[in-house]
């Protein structure tokens, strides 16, 4: 089982299975020498859908990009 995750860059919206959740840019570390920024992406999910999945903390998930989609599944 999967979930399709539709991303439309200029509003950062995703649609998840009917449920519209926000990608959120997260500064993970900076260079201490060159000051330079680094950035990581978080999408929060909906528990009830990872509760439909049988999903619990520490699932092992993959991902790849088919076409325009991002595809979430277990390993």
Not at 36 to 59: A, M, Q, S
Request: with cysteine; glycine share 6%; proline share 1%.
């Amino acid at each position: 089982m999967y979930i399709h995750i539709i991303i439309r860059v200029c509003t950062y919206i995703i649609n998840l299975t009917g449920n519209y959740m926000k990608i959120k840019r997260v500064l993970n570390r900076k260079d201490k020498n060159t000051e330079k920024e680094f950035y990581r992406w978080d999408i929060t999910l909906d528990p009830e859908l990872i509760k439909n999945l049988g999903w619990r903390k520490g699932t092992e998930i993959k991902s790849r990009v088919v076409g325009d989609k991002l595809v979430i599944e277990r390993k």
